[in-house]
């Protein structure tokens, strides 16, 4: 039996998830990224987290290139952030909007995200048109608690319902 693609994309447009950027710089200084919700941890012990990148983005070839990314996990003022990269203006465009400081591995994160993950890339799993990006996680940055997340689902951009989830206590 077949799966009709027009209805795994609409299935999966309906799956909720956090927004994030993931980005790399390359050894000659140039800096990739692109927006994503297929990000989520791998292990706690030692602390890994896996992304999966279509591998025709123009930041997948960068991240494998480099051998490290970074995750920023964006709040709902990152908005125009996350539609930045989502776009498809030129790699060095995309980082004209918001502040970007580097972790030790070299790889940007946004400097208000929730939270960053600076990471070694272990390795990478072939599936389909997408490659799943392994990180060992070298550092994490808090941003500040108080935030909400920025999360995706149906083609836009909402938030977390903090008194629902009080309720639901």
Known sequence: MSVDPGDFKQGMRRLGASVCIITTQRPDGSRNGLTATAVCSLSAD?????????????????????????????????????????????????????????????????????????????????????????????HVTLGHASCQPLLYAQGGYGGFAAELAAMLR
């Open 46 to 138: 030692p602390p890994m987290l896996l992304c999966c990148l279509n591998r025709a983005s123009n930041t997948f070839a960068p991240i494998v290139e480099a051998g490290y990314f970074a995750v920023s996990v964006l709040s709902l003022e990152d908005a125009a952030v996350a539609d930045r990269f989502a776009g498809t203006l030129p790699a060095a465009e995309k980082f004209q909007l918001g502040e970007w400081v580097r972790q030790s591995t070299g790889a940007p994160v946004l400097a208000t995200a929730m939270a960053a993950f600076d990471c070694h890339l272990d390795r990478v799993l072939e599936a389909g048109t997408h490659g799943i990006l392994l990180g060992a996680v070298r």
